[in-house]
């Protein structure tokens, strides 16, 4: 059965650095595409990174621009986001996702198939 856990959520103060950890049991990322979703209190879910896994391409929403970075571990079958210079508007669950298909052009929800089961992120003021 295949899994996504995420890890790594947490309180920091702003501009504090997180590191979300995105661990993928029973499955490999050939050929898909790796997603970085979040979902505030009363906002829609919103993609904010993405990778693509043969050519590691990657994706930012303007929000996370220069802030954030998505990498993946082949070795591990994990994908991370380095959150750096964090913002009380980044404070979200935050959830991967892996793409049904094999291409990397879209946050379109319906387009992941494998969801985690997200993690919290605070940021304070």
């Known amino acids: 059965q295949v899994q996504l856990v995420e890890s790594g959520g947490g309180s920091v103060q702003a501009g504090g650095s997180l590191r979300l950890s995105c661990a993928a049991s029973?499955?490999?990322?050939?050929?898909?595409?790796l997603g970085w979703f979040r979902q505030a209190p009363g906002k829609e879910r919103e993609g904010v990174a993405r990778?693509?896994?043969?050519?590691?391409?990657?994706y930012y929403s303007d929000s996370v621009k220069g802030r954030f970075t998505v990498s993946r571990d082949d070795a591990k079958s994990t994908v991370y986001l380095q959150m750096d210079s964090l913002k009380p508007e980044d404070t979200a669950m935050y959830y991967c996702?892996?793409?049904?298909?094999?291409?990397?052009?879209?946050?379109?929800?319906?387009?992941?198939?494998?969801w985690g089961q997200g993690t919290q992120v605070t940021v304070s003021s």
């Open positions: 996702a892996v793409s049904s298909g094999s291409i990397c052009v879209t946050f379109a929800e319906g387009y992941f198939g494998i």
């Open positions: 029973g499955y490999s990322f050939n050929k898909k595409c």
């Open positions: 990778i693509y896994s043969d050519t590691r391409a990657t």
